[in-house]
């Protein structure tokens, strides 16, 4: 990984700190690129971002900007010379903290802010948004259907209705505006649709997404409820598909991105034989869990342009167990 292969240009990556962020920020400079990435201001406690400047080529490729959506003109200096921007950058906020309006609001403004920094550099080739599968599958037609794919769109104001959904909510339409955003102003935009995204990280907490993933191993009886049924990705997958679909020339609009749909009983099989070591509860402590249908995802579309996944349910496990253990969280 010399100077040689460095020369690929730069990418921004919002949200570097977050779990996608920083293994996109990772993968990167593995790849060699030299990566812009922005964090939060925290003026209260000064984080530590080592996590970031300790990795293999960011002393000469990273560099780290301060930005913040609710003033998304402080992300432009970062986007300067780029070449391409992963916007990855969203408050996961699954238990409705803040209101939807206000949620909303930061965001697609924070996002329009950004694809336009984007523009006005200039030198950006293409804007790869970090959408959600929480964007296409809660939609009337999924739920009575046994694949899902990039044609359907979550029903916003179902989701609304049935109450409890403002991430589903926040990524679908800002998904769309920035597709939207992207046609009217000639700007390439496409979108990657994870799964739950899991595996090892390399930030101080262990990430939300990869918690619920691990609900069976730390014998988390709320969140079993989430893997009634339910698709995983692993961390690099996701990563690598960014950074193909940034690399491949006709990618177009929405990209699905999962690669194992699994139920509770099946992970429980799995997870028991291949850690006896931890506590697993029994399918008992689900059974009164009403049923949830969630439809299986299709990956046709990314699988098409050349991309294969590399990793399966034991990587994603096997690396989550092994990241926990070393902030002895196992």
């Known amino acids: 990984m010399g100077g040689n292969n460095s020369n690929k240009g730069r990418i921004c990556v919002t949200g570097g700190t977050g779990y996608l962020g920083s293994w996109m920020v990772k993968r990167l400079l593995q790849d060699g690129y030299s990566v812009n990435t922005t964090i939060r201001d925290n003026p209260d406690n000064k984080r530590d971002i080592s996590f970031l400047t300790n990795l293999p080529g960011a002393s000469e490729r ?3 900007f301060h930005a913040d959506l609710d003033h998304p003109d402080t992300f432009a200096a970062s986007i300067h010379g780029c070449t391409g921007l992963f916007h990855v950058a969203q408050p996961l906020d699954f238990e409705d903290k803040e209101s939807e ?3 909303v609001k930061r965001i697609t403004n924070g996002t ?3 694809l336009q920094a984007c523009l006005e550099a200039k030198t950006v080739k293409r804007v790869v948004y970090t959408s959600s599968v929480a964007a296409a599958a809660a939609s009337q037609e999924a ?8 044609s359907f769109w979550t029903d916003v104001d179902r ?3 049935l109450g409890r959904g403002s991430y589903k909510v926040t990524k679908a339409l800002t998904e769309r505006l920035a597709l939207d955003f992207g046609e009217k102003n000639g700007l390439d935009v496409v979108c990657v649709l994870p799964g739950w995204v899991h595996g090892p990280f390399i930030g101080p907490r262990c990430p939300e997404s990869v918690c619920i993933c691990m609900a069976l ?15 995983l990705v692993h961390v690099d997958d996701v990563a690598r598909a960014h950074i193909h679909l940034f690399e491949y ?13 699994i139920t509770i009983d099946e992970l429980h099989q799995l997870l028991s034989a291949r850690y006896p070591q931890f506590q697993i509860p029994s399918p008992d402590s689900w059974k009164e869990i009403p049923p949830v249908s969630f439809p299986g995802l299709s990956s046709k579309k990314l699988l098409e342009t050349g991309f294969k996944f590399e990793n399966g349910l034991e990587e994603m ?14």
Request: aromatic letters at 4%; one cysteine or more.
């Open 62 to 64: 990273l560099q780290i």
């Open 101 to 103: 309006e206000t949620k």
């Open 112 to 114: 329009l802010g950004i």
């Open 249 to 261: 020339p006709n990618a177009k609009g929405r990209y699905i991105c999962s690669s194992n749909d």
């Open 159 to 161: 989701v609304r209705r």
């Open 143 to 150: 739920a009575g259907s046994e694949l899902v794919d990039e």
């Open 217 to 231: 191993i730390f014998g988390d009886k709320k969140n079993c409820e989430r893997l009634m049924r339910t698709c």
């Open 317 to 330: 496990f096997d690396g989550a167990i092994k990241s926990c253990k070393e902030i002895r969280l196992l």
